[in-house]
């Protein structure tokens, strides 16, 4: 056996990137922004730099067999979890894995896919950060946390007009959800580099944003973006964290002016360092409405990914 052992350890040691793959989680409870995140980085970089797929995907049952049972895809139980970890240990390697398939438009489990991973992948979901040996596969780690009043707001408006759902349904999803999500979906709050939190402040109606700068990994150097001409838009204060610890919280606000905001994103872009003009996917909410905070936490995002 030891010798077989080795043979396979030799056969598999020439990796198809020279370079590990750097592997970034963007975690939250449904609705919470996810996937809009997501797909902005992606558009904004390229596919052939960055790939992602959405952790969902490992659900066991789909959503007639998950009517029938005692919990919902908000449980561990309701997942192929132990597989997800065993495809992220071969996703950092740069190893290709056949990939399970849930359709959110109809809740029907689809074929396997193959996915061959980028330079860099964004694994975004319910469970990325789940377990120890999930979180060591990644080098930076994010969970979206808005108010529960805005998410349960996104949700039905999602879910009524993508899903098929009604609103009474949505609702009562919720209801049902609630205590699973409380156990295992939000306790993975604590292990995010960065928290981010999107919702209005009290009178306005754009959404401003809050990020949670934690000091577990090297954060951006924003001393040269967060200056007087840029103080409408955003800045950065000291606070306690949910355990009590200190912590950056930058404040982006959404009803800067546009100038501003723009300001600050143009630095953080020639921060970065890719060249060119700000790509027109950051801070796309739809193909009529732009965020300026989604775009600054976007950017923040992709300095990581870029210098990780």
Sequence with gaps: ??????????????????????????????????????????????????????????????RKERKNLPFTPLNPECN????????????????????????????????????????????????????????????????????????????????TTKRGYT????????????????????????????????APVEGRSSLSATILLRPTVPQPDLHDILTPATRDAAHIKLIRDQDGKPVDALHIHGHAPEAASRLVEEKLWEKIGLGGDIPASLGRISSTERSAPLAIAQLIILHHMIHC
């Design 167 to 198: 609103t009474e349904q949505v609702l009562s999803d919720l209801e049902q959800r609630e205590p699973e999500s409380e156990k295992y979906i939000r306790p993975q709050r604590a292990h995010a580099d960065l928290v981010i939190s999107f």
């Design 1 to 62: 056996m030891p010798h077989r052992i080795a043979a396979i350890q030799k056969l598999t040691a020439t990796e198809p990137h020279p370079e590990r793959v750097a592997m970034f989680a963007i975690a939250g409870d449904s609705a919470s922004g996810k996937t809009t995140l997501t797909k902005g980085l992606v558009e904004a970089i390229g596919t052939h730099r960055i790939s992602s797929f959405c952790t969902d995907d490992y659900h066991r049952y789909d």
């Design 80 to 159: 192929y979890l132990e597989i997800m970890e065993q495809h992220l240990q071969l996703l950092i390697l740069g190893q290709p894995i056949l990939k399970p398939k849930y359709h959110h438009a109809d809740g029907t489990l689809g074929r396997p896919e193959l996915f061959i991973p980028s330079e860099i992948v964004i694994v975004e979901g319910l469970f990325p950060l789940w377990s120890k040996l999930s979180r060591a596969t990644f080098d930076v780690t994010a969970y979206l946390d808005p108010p529960e009043t805005v998410r349960r707001a996104w949700k039905i408006a999602r879910d």
